[in-house]
């Protein structure tokens, strides 16, 4: 069934992806009910009504669902149990089930292992009170675990809810210091390279891919995306396949990511994923024929799945808090380049770590857009170079192909 424009979309969350999600979905002629209990959100600040409420309050579902003709997410913690609720009353993407896996860590692993995908090396680490795990039982993992990431099953992002465990006798410690939440324990592997597609599903079973994307990171949070991902050929299929394929088996519909780990010999392991856009398909806005979020506005409202082809390279960086730490920054760094789009979430607390918004440069050639990217991070990092702690030199960190 095609909802028409004109039509009223519901949105659990109201931070940046929701906004980008309401900007895309105002593009194409319908309105936006944004669900979100903090007031002044990105989302809520720009859509057509913001229903400031709990995403379990009884009152707020009945109301959203009675007057959206269908609801999507913008972020993996939105309650399982409300998607369930609402998808009763109104057209629901993704659907609770598909989210429940995906927002818990034990269920995702525990899911990709099962269907055959490739991931690190894990175990389930569980407090011995509420599993038949035992202090002893751990002391018995595999060594090869170790060192190794021991993350938060639940509610972790960007970095957050995780700790390096070097060798068995630091986990008791480690898993205390996450309050004895259930969760998983990786290999720590040697990566060459990380990587995501983001990938679109409609109701209907089509599917489509975006253009690869090569991350880097700093401190656990994405900070720069490089697009086309600077891998072999092969890589590039057999992520855009595996990425297909783990959509096909989560039975989703809608918008996802799904991030891995490129080993040194060209394997691919499923790191996460993300049923919803996600930040390293930022570039989509300014540099595909569709973007990620038209894209998820797409298939809630059955419409076809619009192209993914790129005008060209881009280079996606990310603006956080820690860059605010010394008053506004100078924009003049970024928006003096003609082929740089700048974009700002509205966010009236800037914090370190804090996604505050986004640019995206645009070139010709992979390279070239690089350069300029971080020639601007290098502009606007040095103009408050006190809120940042003295690292390597940025050319040394993402290098380039000239560097090999």
Known sequence: MII????????LGGGQLGRMFTMAAQSLGYRVTVLDPVENGPAGSIAERHLRADYLD????????????????????????SLRILAQHCVVSPASSSVSIAQNRILEKNFLSANGFQVAPYAIIEDSRDSQNSHTEWFRLPPGLFPGILKVSRLGYDGKGQVRVDEPTQLDRAFSGMNREPCVLEQLLPLANEVSVVVARGFDGTAITFPVSENQHRKGILDVSIVPARVS?????????????????LEYHGVLCVEFFVLGDGQLLVNEIAPRPHNSGHY???TCVTSQFEQQVRVLCGLPLGGTSMHGAAVMVNLLGDLWQGGEPEWEHVLRHPHVKLHLYGKLAARPGRKM?????????????????????????????????????????YRTKTDE
């Not at 050929?233 to 088996?249: C, D, F, G, H, K």
């Open 4 to 11: 028409p424009p004109g039509a009223m979309l519901g949105l």
């Open 58 to 81: 009884s009152a707020a579902l009945h109301e959203i669902g009675a007057t959206c003709a269908a609801i999507t997410t913008e972020f993996e913690n939105v309650p399982a149990e």
């Open 233 to 249: 050929p092969s890589i590039v299929q057999n992520a855009r396949e595996a990425a297909l394929r783990v959509a096909e088996t």
């Open 284 to 286: 989509s806005i300014d």
């Open 357 to 397: 918004g986004h640019y995206t440069v645009l070139g010709e050639t992979t390279e070239a857009a690089l350069q300029l990217a971080l020639e601007i991070k290098r502009s606007l990092e040095c103009a408050h170079s006190s809120a940042f702690e003295p690292g390597p030199c940025l050319q040394d960190a």
